[in-house]
């Protein structure tokens, strides 16, 4: 039975990746991060406009609720600071 392409690019990978220094092995791995990263980004950017716009509506009153707690947090760590 033929191995499946994954498989095949996954034991590549391995037996690569066991040749290389940490550092590198490092790097391969900042660069997967990267890779998947983007792919997120794009699945994102491929929203239309109406949907942004929907959840933008719909996050709104919650985005507005923690930003005020963060800022009445914040005042009150400025003014303990300013009392030492």
């Not at 290389?20 to 990263?37: G, N, R, T, Y």
């Not at 994102?44 to 707690?69: H, N, P, T, V, Y």
Request: hydrophobic fraction near 45%; proline fraction near 4%; charge should be negative.
């Amino acid at each position: 039975m033929p191995e499946k392409p994954t498989a095949t690019i996954h034991r590549q990978l391995l037996e690569i990746l066991s040749q290389l220094p940490l550092s590198c092995q490092e790097e391969v791995l900042d660069f997967a991060i990267s890779l998947q990263k983007k792919k997120l980004t794009q699945h994102w950017d491929a929203i239309s406009d109406g949907e942004a716009a929907a959840l933008k509506i719909e996050f709104a009153d919650e985005d507005l609720a923690f930003a005020e707690s963060v800022l009445t947090d914040y005042l009150s760590q400025l003014n303990q600071e300013d009392a030492l």
